[in-house]
Structure formats: C-alpha cells, structure tokens
C-alpha cells in the first residue's frame, strides 16, 4: 500500500511538471517577444557646437547670420524581426516655441511666426524637412528593417540643424536697402524624438525624447559702415540640450503637414498703423 501511495505521487509530480513545462512552452510560442519590447537603444548622444553664431555682412541688401549645430545621434539595436513587418526607426522634430524679431529702430519691427503656435492652437508643429514626413530627413536620419530577419540590425541614425537666415538692412516694406536694422532677437525650442514606426499598421513607438533650445541676441548699428556695423551680444555659446530620462508623448501635430517652413508668415509690425503681411505662408 505504502509503494502504490508513494508511485501514485511520483505520476502525479511528473504530470505537474509536465503541465508546468508545456504551459511555459505554449506561452512562448503564443506570445512571442514583439518590436516594442525587443528594439534597444544602445546610445544616445545630443549636443551643441560650442563656437558662437557667426554674422555675415557681405552683402548690402541683407544680414546673414549662422548659428552653431545642434547634432542628434543613436545606436540602436533590433533583434531579429520573425513577422513579415517593415519598420524604420530615425528622428521626429518639433518645434515648440518660436521668437523672431527684427527690429528697425523706431519704424517697427518684422517677425517670423507661426501663427497657429503663437496663438496656443497647436502644442508644437512639425519641423520635417517637407516631403518626408514625419522624418526630420531620409539619408542618415532613418533606417528601414525589412522582415523577417535572421540575424540582429545594428545601426545608427544621426541628424545636424541650424539657421542660416538672411534679413534685411532694410525696412521690409519699402522699396529702399537703405540700412535702418538695429537688432535681432531670436529664441526657439524644440522637442526631437527617436522613432519607431510600423510602416503597415503606423504603430508609433517614442524610444528617446531629446529638448533643445537657440538663442541670440545681434545688436546692429546701421549708420556704420558695412562690415562693421553688427555684434553679436549673447549667448557666445548656447545651452545644451536635455535627454530626458522619460519619453514624452509626440503631439500630433509634430507628424503631418504643414511643417514649420510652409506654416511661417512674415509679419511687419509697425510703431504706428497696422500689421501687414510681408511674406504668406506657404501651406
């Protein structure tokens, strides 16, 4: 009776193993690891160029000012993908908040803006380069993964932006180039993601959120001849951009048209009188 007892609880120890083991087993097989969780970044590095904005004055119709580069760069890691899926994975820019004004002494002053931005209607507008949305660029700012693959894809994926403007000696209104520009101010933020995206399904996945901003302050004195008549006050170098250790949400207006280029209108904002439009937007 003993042996039967003690047999009886070995057959049952086995099929409770079994059952264990199979569940496991059936659990994998249903449910395999997918993009989200499989896709690792290795890297990730964000910065500023450390020289000042550097002004150009070889022209006499207008000023030309370049700031430095902010640089993005990633390495990241994707497993090998087993479903018949398409992915790309690069970098989503947004602008968040856009000052940029030009003052001409006691006539008034013109300004870049985005109207929607400015007046609250939108958390921030796409700063795609215009055709290859939502991607800031297609050359080394995104890869595709075609699957299924069999081994792992290692990459990297890397994005530069800066401003290279040219305004005006000139009251934007009038038909003169006689010199009367006595400032610039500018100041502009802007959030960049690293992105994942399901080319079939459009399945969005944040992976890194990156927060950088561009300053500069031009103090222009026209009566002085050209070639010494602008200096740049601040900053000499700018602050660095944030990697945030949490993702923030992409605002849907960060994926589709119009991009911040075809969206910003010109403005002339007169002491006296009204506003007018110097340049519509594109979109």
Excluded at 52 to 62: A, K, L
Excluded at 81 to 110: D, L, P, R
Excluded at 175 to 182: E, I, R, V, W
Excluded at 198 to 226: D, S
Aim: aromatic residues 8%.
């Amino acid at each position: 009776m003993r042996r039967f007892r003690r047999e009886s609880w070995y057959l049952l120890l086995i099929v409770l193993v079994l059952n264990v083991t199979m569940g496991c087993i059936h659990s994998i097989r249903c449910k395999p690891k997918n993009f989200r969780d499989s896709v690792t970044v290795l890297e990730v590095t964000a910065s500023i160029d450390s020289n000042p904005t550097s002004i150009d004055e070889s022209s006499g119709v207008v000023l030309r000012y370049r700031t430095p580069h902010f640089r993005a760069s990633a390495r990241v890691l994707v497993p090998p993908v087993s479903g018949k899926e398409t992915w790309t994975v690069g970098w989503i820019q947004a602008c968040n908040h856009m000052e940029f004004y030009n003052k001409y002494g006691s006539k008034g002053m013109s300004s870049w803006e985005l109207p929607d931005l400015r007046d609250s209607k939108i958390q921030a507008i796409s700063d795609s380069d215009g055709v290859n949305y939502p991607w800031y660029g297609n050359t080394t700012e995104t890869c595709t993964i075609v699957g299924p693959t069999r081994r792992e894809t290692k990459f990297t994926v890397s994005m530069n932006d800066n401003f290279y403007p040219s305004v005006t000696w000139g009251v934007p209104v009038s038909d003169s180039n006689a010199p009367q520009l006595t400032s610039i101010r500018r100041d502009q933020s802007f959030t960049t993601w690293l992105v994942a995206i399901n080319q079939a399904t459009n399945e969005t996945i944040a992976l890194q959120t990156v927060k950088w901003r561009m300053q500069l302050h031009i103090e222009v004195f026209p009566e002085k001849p050209l070639g010494h008549r602008a200096k740049l006050l601040e900053p000499s170098a700018q602050e660095q951009p944030t990697i945030l250790t949490k993702n923030e949400p992409i605002p849907p207006n960060a994926l589709v048209k119009p991009n911040a280029n075809d969206a910003q209108v010109l403005m002339w904002r007169p002491k006296t009188g009204e506003p007018a439009v110097v340049i519509p937007p594109k979109y």
